[in-house]
């Protein structure tokens, strides 16, 4: 029965490498590859390869753990594995909803905050109704020692009115009124963060729809694993 486990799961490697191979995008082929070689390690081809075949339009292809899974990648840092749980339990309706984005890779965790949940279209305010949801995510970067990176993003059509003269303008200010946020309200001290703006430069998905563009909206909350600090000497 093992022999037979183990020819069914080189089976399932050799066909999903197969099509990874007819696919023209050869840096998503690519990343299947190193998905199955890393399931097959494992044992767990089916769960890790899901999020690598996904999306295929053309956009950046994510490969790591997604929210529907609580298994973490063999990159990533061990530390932050409880807190990953952690966050999956408390903010499970907003994960279900798609308000926020979890992802724990070999950066770090990942938490993505979708605009139309935390700001208005085209401002650096965030909505109070969103503040339970960052007052969770506070308090588990209060538990944590590990510097946090505050992410900016934008989709690709340029502002043209209001307070904001570029996207860049708008991706650091949105990161900044985060920043602000997580320290007058919930007490975290600032030295422990870096903000950066993308504009529209860091896409998740294609810009060539609305579903896409609403996808790139976003900030992301980067608890760095220790590895990726930039405060290392």
Known sequence: MLSYADFVTLMFAFFVAMYAISQQDK???KRVSESVREAVRNGGV???TRSSL????GSRTSVGIA???LASPVDADPSLAVPFRQLHRVLSDELDTG???LHLGSRGLVI???ERSFFPSGDDSIYISSYPVIAQIASVIAQLPNPVQLEGHTDSVPIHAGRFRSNWELSTARSIALLQILESRFGLEPGRFVV???AQNAPVA???TTEGRALNRRVEIVILSASNSPFAK
């Open 196 to 198: 950066a703006g993308f």
């Open 206 to 208: 294609s810009n060539a």
């Open 67 to 69: 929210s529907n899974s």
């Open 99 to 101: 308000k926020l984005g």
């Open 112 to 114: 993505t905050l979708q």
């Open 46 to 48: 089916p769960t890790t």
């Open 27 to 29: 840096s998503g082929a």
């Open 54 to 57: 996904a999306t295929h339009d």
